[in-house]
């Protein structure tokens, strides 16, 4: 098993920045595929990034493409979620998520942390 926690999200205007991080604690950080997902009020979970167990292959949401950068650092058991240029449609609360393989599937993904709430003001 492997324990997630996020932590990064917060208040940002239109057009700013923030950084969520994913801490794992448990099994090897490095065996799992990790993946972030969100979910606004109404609205079902849906994929934003992912990434391989050595980080050396990155799948983005087409919606943030070119403005959402995933990352991991296994030596620090930790994943980033670079965000800018936001725009008050992220509005969500962000999840990360372990699996053992990739997918843009949130029922693929067999650990999630607890979640941390992105608001985007415009």
């Known amino acids: 098993q492997v324990q997630l926690v996020e932590s990064g999200g917060g208040l940002v205007q239109a057009g700013g920045s923030l950084r969520l991080s994913c801490a794992a604690s448990g099994r090897t950080f490095s065996t799992y595929v990790m993946g972030w997902f969100r979910q606004a009020p109404g609205r079902e979970r849906e994929f934003v990034a992912a990434?391989?167990?050595?980080?050396?292959?990155?799948y983005n949401a087409d919606s943030n493409e070119g403005r959402f950068t995933i990352s991991r650092d296994n030596a620090k058991n930790t994943m980033y979620l670079q965000m800018n240029s936001l725009n008050p449609e992220d509005t969500a609360i962000y999840y990360c998520a372990a699996g053992e393989r990739y997918s843009t599937s949130h029922r693929r993904y067999d650990y999630w942390g607890q979640g941390t709430q992105v608001t985007v003001s415009s």
């Open positions: 990434i391989s167990r050595s980080g050396g292959d990155t």
